[in-house]
């Protein structure tokens, strides 16, 4: 199916910046959505910013106005730019594509729903 390779977390003071790259890699046809999500230990994962192929973003409220999102169509990359990080932003944060992907099996597209293997993001002094 779709891959997608997470990268750039890591251990950043509070007030700090990290940038996340994710690469999705495969047969893929065409990507809709792009986003990153994030779980804290004993916490469910949550949606914390998605973009569209459009380029239309959604953000959690409790990021809004400190982490942007983008994507690179052409390189079917997604990035999430994190300022003014906070402790209880600290997670493991995961990289998540939906799209179409040409499955040779069945010689047509089919859909995916992919996730990476999560990047830790540890925000402390």
């Known amino acids: 199916q779709v891959q997608l390779a997470e990268s750039g977390g890591g251990l950043v003071q509070p007030g700090g910046a990290l940038r996340l790259s994710c690469a999705a890699s495969?047969?893929?046809?065409?990507?809709?959505?792009m986003g990153w999500y994030r779980q804290a230990p004993g916490k469910q994962r949550e949606l914390v910013a998605d973009?569209?192929?459009?380029?239309?973003?959604h953000y959690a409220d409790s990021v809004k106005g400190r982490f942007t999102i983008s994507r690179d169509n052409a390189k079917n990359m997604v990035y999430l730019d994190m300022n003014s990080l906070k402790p209880e932003d600290t997670a493991v944060y995961y990289c998540?594509?939906?799209?179409?992907?040409?499955?040779?099996?069945?010689?047509?597209?089919?859909?995916?729903?992919?996730w990476g293997q999560g990047t830790q993001v540890t925000v402390s002094s």
């Open positions: 998540n594509a939906d799209g179409r992907y040409y499955n040779r099996r069945s010689r047509s597209p089919e859909r995916f729903v992919s």
């Open positions: 495969g047969r893929i046809v065409s990507i809709n959505a």
């Open positions: 973009v569209t192929d459009s380029g239309t973003t």
